[in-house]
């Protein structure tokens, strides 16, 4: 796979159903990555002097969970998830949001499983497929699920009915046995991981205060982008 750095990057809020926000100007920093086998973060920061009113009232109508970030790099999407915190100073409006990866953290299964040499990717589509049954955040947000065998067989027992855990605690621990989760866009890959890309920058690609990140703690290596808009 291979894909082309490009500089204009913008991000786009949405508000419960289809009501938006999204600044033309004041946009002072992006920050977004994506990770391996856990949840990846997102950061706008906004200088208030260069917002209209309107976006002003628009980002202080943001509610952690309920809205949306979409960044968008030349008219895609790129990276998504649901807002987290907003803060306000005098001077800026900072907003972090984290991948739809975070659902995982706030289901709770509830079926008991029994597992015994299984497939992880089937051990996970089954208790994915048990929380979506009541309460479904990922297809709501237009986020689709991509399964591809892990190649790792385990056992697994899960006793809802006497101990209720939650969907991200349990898979934790298979993400250690060789499952593999990461998200790209909208799209949550499960199983094996997808190969990673070959990117190829040119130096127009490239602004002032502009830092990428390789992390080589993972594979395959993610890639962190942070830039600052003067």
């Given at each position: 796979m291979s894909g082309e750095c490009a500089p204009s990057y913008s991000g786009v809020f949405q508000l419960g159903g289809t009501s938006t926000v999204q600044?033309?100007?004041?946009?002072?920093?992006?920050?977004?990555?994506?990770?391996?086998?856990?949840?990846?973060?997102?950061?706008?920061?906004?200088?208030?002097?260069?917002?209209?009113?309107?976006?002003?009232?628009?980002?202080?109508?943001?509610?952690?969970?309920?809205?949306?970030l979409n960044i968008v790099r030349n008219g895609r999407v790129v990276w998504f998830g649901p807002v987290m915190n907003v803060e306000e100073s005098r001077s800026e409006?900072?907003?972090?949001?984290?991948?739809?990866?975070?659902?995982?953290?706030?289901?709770?299964?509830?079926?008991?499983?029994?597992?015994?040499?299984?497939d992880l990717t089937d051990i996970a589509r089954t208790l994915i497929n048990d929380v979506t049954a009541t309460a479904d955040p990922w297809s709501a947000t237009g986020v689709v699920f991509s399964y591809q065998p892990s190649g790792v067989l385990n056992?697994?027992?899960?006793?809802?009915?006497?101990?209720?855990?939650?969907?991200?605690?349990?898979?934790?621990?298979?993400?250690?046995?060789?499952?593999?989760?990461?998200?790209?866009?909208?799209?949550?890959?499960?199983?094996?991981?997808?190969?990673?890309?070959?990117?190829?920058?040119?130096?127009?690609d490239f602004q002032e205060d502009l830092s990428i990140r390789k992390d080589g703690g993972v594979y395959p290596a993610w890639l962190s982008i942070a830039a600052a808009y003067d």
């Open positions: 600044a033309a100007d004041g946009l002072r920093l992006i920050e977004w990555g994506r990770k391996l086998d856990d949840i990846s973060r997102a950061r706008m920061v906004y200088v208030k002097r260069d917002l209209s009113d309107e976006c002003c009232r628009g980002f202080r109508r943001l509610t952690p969970w309920r809205d949306h409006i900072v907003i972090d949001a984290a991948d739809p990866l975070v659902w995982m953290t706030r289901r709770v299964i509830t079926a008991d499983e029994s597992f015994v040499q299984a056992d697994l027992l899960v006793e809802s009915s006497r101990f209720p855990r939650y969907l991200w605690n349990v898979l934790t621990e298979k993400l250690a046995s060789g499952l593999d989760m990461t998200v790209i866009s909208k799209t949550i890959h499960v199983g094996a991981a997808p190969p990673a890309p070959t990117l190829r920058f040119r130096a127009q």
